[in-house]
Each structure stands twice: as structure tokens, then as C-alpha cells.
């Protein structure tokens, strides 16, 4: 039995009903109560996460959300389902922790990671190309590193107790969710819950938990990944894992149909801007680092619910590239509409210096971290 789920989850139509079911659950979580053209957003959702533990005071995005939980839970869930819990790390943990946060830093400028640009493209957000083709560029100039011997280094076998690092921190999230605990002596701590904004829209919490599990435990299988499927078409002619991300995107647009959520724009969408550079800029900024670090930020997630530990110092990156990114002032912003006349957003010098030093930073990782040198 094992085996005939193994072949079919390795089979072409295998991840394509992962993207399917993926392109289904975004729009349908939107549907129950998830912020318009997000569904999921897994850059978005670690964001809410750090702000729910007080590690930003941004009010309108703190919440903690099930679906990221569900992704490495149900990723565990597969891995020990089918023998592929496998403790590993050791690969330059502290590079893939830069790689995670300027990873968030891209992603928040932008206003969402690869998934939440096909969700918003879906949608009808005309921005969510512009960051999809960012999102390209950034590959390709990761697999320009690639061909030319970038390798962060082999992990190695650790105690299978380390692999459950990564899982158990999820698990004490969901603890945290259900319980709401409030800490500090007057209960001014955290856990925070947005009044208003992205992090007050959410289905509820058994509907996204049980969407994250199902997502992660088809994907753990499929090796589903946003950003090893534009390399693998480039540097190795295979379209397998295109197949399902395209699948996500058909399934997404045609759910958001009959679903009513389909509206097409460009300069007022949802948790959304319309700056056409830095939409660009960002999502070239988060592909390189994603590429770099061998996957996008939902197989980072499902490589740390399979044990891996690397990824999951990538997944705190992420988490503390959200903190900096809100606590500093650099993440992207909503356009605005004053006297009926829309204000795009800008971004400030900050910004700017920290996208710029982002691709500067992830350009020496690739040049430095090569086996063979020109």
C-alpha cells in the first residue's frame, strides 16, 4: 500500500493534485475568513507568527497561524509515515539564517513570498506577475551560482531527538494558539491578536490547522517546491515539479470563480502595492536568497518537519528577518486612497538600503561558496 501512494505521489499527476489541492485550499481559506488574494502566504503568516510573539509591535499583523503549523506537522506526519524522518544539519547554519532573514526582508517589500504572488495573480492582481517574473529573475541568477559550483556543504546525520526541534516549536505554537495565554503582570504581553488588519482575518483555527496538515503532508511526498521547479526547468530541461505549480495556479484562479473572489486590477488590490521597481526588487531579492538556500519557504517548512535542521534555521531566519523588517521600518505597505486619488507606496531610505544590501550579501554568499572557482 505504501508503495502504490509513494508511486503515485511521484507520478506527474501526483503533483499536479498537490498544486491542485494547494490551488483550492488557498482561495477556500480566503473564503473562511483568510486576508483577500493571500489564502496563504507562508512569508505573511511567519510574519504574523513574530508579531503574536511579540518580537514586532506592528498591531494589524499579529497572529499565530495554524496553517504554518499544519505545514511542518503534516509534513512530519508524512516523513514518519513513510520512513523519511531523517535528523540531518550541519550545512553552514549560520548562512542559511542571512538567507532566511534577507529571504523575509524581499518578501515583505513585495508583500508576499512565491505562494502568495500565484495566489494574488489568481486573484487578478496584475502585481502578483511582476513578482512572480521577479521571482524568476532571482532564480536565474541563483542558478548562474549553481553552475558554477555554489554548495553551502553536506549535512550530517544527527541524533534523531535534534530532528524534533524544529516539529516541537511548532507544536508548542499550536499549544499557545489554542490556549491564548497572557503573560506579564498586568496581561499586556503576548500572546497578541490584531483588532484590525491582515492578522484579525483568519479562519478558524481547526479549518486552517487541517488545511496546513493536508497541504504539508501532500507536499512532503511531492517535493512540492515554488522555486525548484523554475531551476530544475532551466538547469535540467524537467518539468515535473512546474507541473504542479502550475496546477496551483489554474485551480487557484478557477476556485477564486466560483467562489466569486476573482478581481482583476492593479493599482488597488488587497494588502497590496502597486510600486512596479521595488515589487520587481523584492521578489528578486527573496528568489536569489531562496534559490541559495535550496528551496522557497514552503519546502523550507516541510524539509523541517522531514528533520532537517538547516531549514529550520532558515524558517527562524525568516521569523526574525519579519521582526527586523517591522521593527525597523522596511517592509512594504498597502497603497493608499486620499481624496479619492490613489497614493502608491514608497519606499523609505531604509528600505532601500536593506534590499540593496540584501542582493549584495546573497551575491557574496553565491560568489564565496563555490567548490570550483573561475
Known amino acids: 500500500m505504501k508503495d502504490k501512494i509513494t508511486d503515485f505521489f511521484s507520478s506527474r499527476i501526483g503533483i499536479i493534485v498537490t498544486g491542485a489541492v494547494i490551488g483550492i485550499l488557498g482561495p477556500l481559506l480566503q473564503k473562511f475568513g483568510n486576508p483577500k488574494n493571500m489564502g496563504v502566504c507562508v512569508a ?88 512572480l517574473i521577479g521571482l ?97 526547468v532551466v538547469m535540467f530541461k524537467d518539468t515535473h515539479l512546474i507541473s504542479g505549480v502550475l496546477a496551483l495556479g489554474v485551480f487557484a484562479f478557477l476556485t477564486n470563480l466560483v467562489l466569486g473572489q476573482f478581481n482583476p486590477g492593479y493599482s488597488n488590490m488587497p494588502i497590496a502595492h502597486s510600486n512596479l521597481l521595488w515589487n520587481l526588487l523584492g521578489m528578486i531579492l527573496s528568489g536569489l536568497a531562496y534559490t541559495l538556500a535550496g528551496g522557497c519557504a514552503g519546502r523550507q517548512l516541510f524539509l523541517g518537519g522531514e528533520g532537517d535542521m538547516d531549514a529550520g534555521i532558515f524558517v527562524l531566519g525568516m521569523i526574525t528577518g519579519a521582526a527586523f523588517s517591522h521593527n525597523f521600518g522596511l517592509a512594504g505597505a498597502a497603497n493608499s486612497v486620499v481624496d479619492g486619488v490613489t497614493k502608491v507606496w514608497q519606499p523609505n531610505t531604509q528600505t532601500m538600503i536593506a534590499v540593496c544590501l540584501g542582493l549584495i550579501v546573497c551575491i557574496v554568499i553565491g560568489l564565496t561558496n563555490r567548490d570550483k572557482i573561475d
Open 44 to 131: 505573511c503568516f511567519e510574519r504574523d507568527i513574530a508579531g503574536a510573539l511579540g518580537l514586532h509591535r506592528a498591531a494589524p499583523v499579529q497572529y499565530i497561524r495554524p496553517e504554518i503549523i499544519g505545514f511542518v506537522l503534516g509534513s512530519l506526519i508524512a516523513a514518519l509515515l513513510f520512513n523519511e524522518f531523517k535528523a540531518r544539519g550541519g550545512s553552514a547554519p549560520i548562512v542559511r539564517f542571512i538567507l532566511g532573514f534577507f529571504a523575509m526582508v524581499g518578501a515583505l517589500v513585495f508583500l508576499g513570498c512565491p505562494w502568495r504572488a500565484w495566489f494574488r495573480f489568481a486573484g487578478g492582481d496584475l502585481n502578483g506577475l511582476v513578482g
Open 136 to 232: 524568476a529573475v532571482g532564480i536565474l541568477i541563483g542558478i548562474y551560482f549553481l553552475k558554477n559550483g555554489y554548495n553551502l556543504g553536506r549535512s550530517h546525520s544527527c541524533k534523531k531527538a535534534a530532528g524534533w526541534a524544529f516539529p516541537g516549536i511548532m507544536i508548542a505554537l499550536l499549544i499557545l494558539a489554542i490556549m491564548q495565554p497572557r503573560f506579564g503582570a498586568d496581561g499586556a504581553g503576548p500572546i497578541f491578536n490584531s483588532e484590525s488588519g491582515p492578522g484579525s482575518m483568519h479562519a478558524p483555527l481547526i479549518i486552517s490547522l487541517c488545511a496546513g496538515l493536508i497541504i504539508g503532508f501532500v507536499a512532503q511526498r511531492t517535493r512540492f517546491c515554488t522555486v525548484g521547479a523554475i531551476r530544475d
